[in-house]
């Protein structure tokens, strides 16, 4: 089941501007063109409960400990390019966890596969027993 993409007000996002690193010249030195964009998915109303969850589950060094979203743009040169690619970058992540995981179904291993498995362990136990030296009796 996939939820519809949900709709963030400007409100909810908090854009920083700072120079980017890198090589650039004068123009790097004078201009903040990178964005930090950070968006509290923990506080946020515009998300459903089982979207804000999956969202905090995922095991992402973007989210910080307390829920907010930190996404870092400096791949261009205009500030404007940059916080369009943050807002995109934002939607991917998003994006990502629309669709709830489907629930793992539980299976056993056929009588043929154990009986298979147990054959090899004892191929191979045989060839292990085969490299030790024989007893001096």
């Known amino acids: 089941m996939t939820e519809p993409m949900p709709e963030i007000p400007e409100r909810e996002l908090v854009e920083r501007f700072v120079r980017s690193g890198g090589p650039g010249g004068q123009n790097v030195n004078k201009v903040a063109t990178a964005?930090?964009?950070?968006?509290?998915?923990a506080r946020s109303p515009?998300?459903?409960?089982?979207?804000?969850?999956?969202?905090l589950a995922?095991?992402?060094?973007?989210?910080t400990d307390d829920g907010v979203l930190?996404?870092?743009?400096?791949?261009?040169r205009t500030q404007e390019r940059n916080r369009e690619d943050a807002r995109a970058r934002l939607q991917a992540f998003i994006g990502a966890s629309l669709e709830?995981?489907?629930p793992r179904i539980a299976t056993?291993?056929?009588?043929?596969?154990?009986?298979?498995?147990?054959?090899?362990?004892?191929?191979?136990?045989?060839v292990k027993r085969g490299r030790s030296s024989p007893d001096l009796e």
């Open 46 to 55: 515009s998300l459903s409960e089982a979207l804000r969850e999956r969202l």
């Open 108 to 126: 056993r291993p056929s009588r043929a596969a154990k009986r298979r498995r147990l054959e090899g362990k004892r191929q191979r136990s045989q």
């Open 100 to 102: 709830a995981p489907r």
């Open 70 to 76: 930190v996404i870092s743009a400096q791949r261009f």
């Open 35 to 41: 964005v930090e964009l950070r968006f509290d998915i």
């Open 58 to 63: 995922r095991r992402d060094r973007r989210v």
